[in-house]
Each structure stands twice: as C-alpha cells, then as structure tokens.
C-alpha cells in the first residue's frame, strides 16, 4: 500500500493557480539583481527569507512587487519560467496554466515584448519535457479599468499565445465589477476567463467575478463558504475553486492550516484544486501544498486523488 506521500507524489496533476513571478526564489533573486545592477534592500539569501513573514496580503504584494524589480532582460523571464517549470515537472504536474502581471513589468519600463518572449521560450522548453503550459495574463485590480484597457489593446499581437486573462493584486476595496467592461472585451477576443474572489474580499466579490464578470473559475474562493447560497451556486454550476493552502496559512486567511477548507470544500461537493500560488515566498511547490494540507486535515488517498482529478478537469486544456 502506498504512503500519502508516494500517491501526491506519482499522481498526475495541472497546477492552476501559480503567478510565475511567485516563483523568484532568494537565490535568483540575487544572482538577476547582480547581472542587472540593481541595488536589493538585503544583505543575504537569509535576510530575504526572514522577510517573508507576512500579516495579510497587502504585506505580501509589497515585497513581491519590490522583488520582480530584478527582472529585466529576456533572459530574466525565461530563467525565472524555466525553473518554476522544471520544479513543477519533478512534482508530476502534466499541465500548467500560468498567470503573469504585464502591468508590473510595462510599468517599470520593460517592454511586453522582451516579457512575453522570454516567457514564451520556457514553455517551449517545457513543452519538450512533456509538461503543457499556457498563460493567463492578469489584470492588476488596484490599478484603473482604463489601464487594464491598455494592457489587453498591447497584448492584442501576443493573442495566440494567450489562454485567458485574470484578475490578482489587492482585493479588498476593489471588486471584480470595476472591471466588467474589459473583461467582456477578453471574451470577445476569446480568451477564457478567471479571476482572484473570496480570498480576503467578502462572498459578494465572488457573486460580482460569476455574474459581472462571467469567469469560468474562481481563484480562491475560501470566503464563498460563508454563503449557503454561493456554495450551491458553486457546486450546481460546477465552478472550480483554485485553493493554495500554505499561501492561506502565509497571508492568515487561515490562522492554521489544520483550520483549512479544502476537506469541507470536497465534502460539499465543490470542484476544489490544490496549487501553490506564489510558491518562492509561502514555502512551498504543489506537491508541498498537498502534502502539509493533507496532514493537516486528514485527506485520505482518495482526497489526494479527487484534488488531482479536479485540477485537470478544470483546466482549460483540450
């Protein structure tokens, strides 16, 4: 009979909810800040890693917006995608669908192109190992509607290397409905459709992403438990919920990871995933998520299984 950890281990898996950007671990956030002069605000590896305590999600996007600052040439992204990608193949994962923030690089003045190339080439590499990958572009929430109109109009000649777009960044004060009017432009391109709800906003924030927005997959989604009439909707719908446990536990959307969802979200019957988010900053890769997650709550092999089941099911692959 096999451990829990050799059934998390040798179970194929898609990850659906990893920002790539999340995956800047110390070390190349080092060695990308040296080839590229630019000045860190730590001494050392040791330094930056006892940064990563964090009380809530705002703490979090501080340091992770001050840490891409090292990304800047072509080669940055493609080091930075590669590695999260070959991590994600030795976790079993078969499929990813990956989001990154345009918004957060255009903004310092790298240009789409350099971004999307480098990216772009990593998952042609990935797709040579035998581990598909598409990427979502998300919209930055605390920033304009207007803004987001623009970032969609300059990725318009990227279109076909485009699976969705999402929404991320911080989300309390900030609903999904201020970005309904671009969110039906990427329906029209026909780009799938996905956005952060239900983290640290309020159920209603989940209702505005599947009505305003019409997203096809919540990411999060931990609130929506709140609503009876949210999780019915969740379940008779068939929405996925793309759950990161240790990204919980990091940000104190749970106070402990043995007060996690996951179980009660399988036993409701919602279409619960388990994904890694930012992994560099919380701890841990998928195969990490399921494994302190699944001691956590007591998942059982069969747990382990539905979790990975869902993952592809969700997916947006063919």
């Known amino acids: 009979m096999p451990t829990l950890n050799e059934v998390i281990r040798s179970t194929p898996k898609a990850e659906l909810h990893i920002h790539v950007e999340g995956s800047l671990e110390p070390g190349m956030m080092f060695d990308l800040a040296r080839r590229n002069g630019v000045s860190l605000p730590y001494r050392t590896v040791d330094e930056v890693r006892r940064a990563y305590s964090f009380n809530n999600l705002q703490e979090f996007l501080d340091l992770y917006y001050e840490g891409m600052n090292v990304l800047r040439t072509e080669e940055d992204y493609f080091a930075l995608a590669d590695a999260y990608l070959r ?6 994962v078969v499929h990813v669908e990956m989001f990154f923030d345009p918004q957060a690089h255009t903004g310092r003045g790298v240009p789409l192109r350099t971004l999307m190339d480098g990216l772009d080439r990593a998952i042609a590499r990935s797709r040579e190992r035998g581990v598909s990958v598409s ?3 998300c919209f930055l929430r605390h920033l304009s509607e207007r803004e987001a109109f623009e970032t969609l109009e300059a990725a318009e000649p990227y279109r076909d290397r485009l699976l969705g777009v999402g929404l991320d960044s911080s989300e309390v004060g900030h609903p999904p409905s201020k970005f309904s009017r671009v969110f039906e432009a990427a329906r029209d391109l026909g780009l799938r459709l996905v956005a952060h709800a239900g983290e640290e906003g309020p159920p209603e924030y989940v209702w505005e992403a599947l ?3 019409g ?3 919540i990411d999060h989604g931990n609130r929506a438990l709140e609503d009876e009439a949210l999780v019915a909707r969740l379940r008779d719908d068939r929405i996925p919920l793309t759950v990161c446990p240790l990204s919980n536990l990091e940000l104190r959307v749970v106070e402990d990871l043995k007060a996690h969802p996951i179980k009660r979200m399988l036993d409701l019957g919602l279409v619960a995933t388990v994904n890694s988010d930012d992994p560099a900053y919380f701890g841990g890769y998928i195969n990490e998520n399921f494994r302190q997650v ?4 007591d998942l059982s092999t069969e747990d382990i299984e539905t979790l990975a089941r869902n993952s592809l099911a969700a997916s947006f692959a063919t």
């Open 215 to 217: 997203v096809e997959r």
């Open 135 to 137: 990427l979502i572009l």
């Open 87 to 92: 991590r994600a193949a030795a976790d079993n």
């Open 294 to 297: 699944a001691e956590a709550v």
């Open 211 to 213: 009505d305003t927005l």
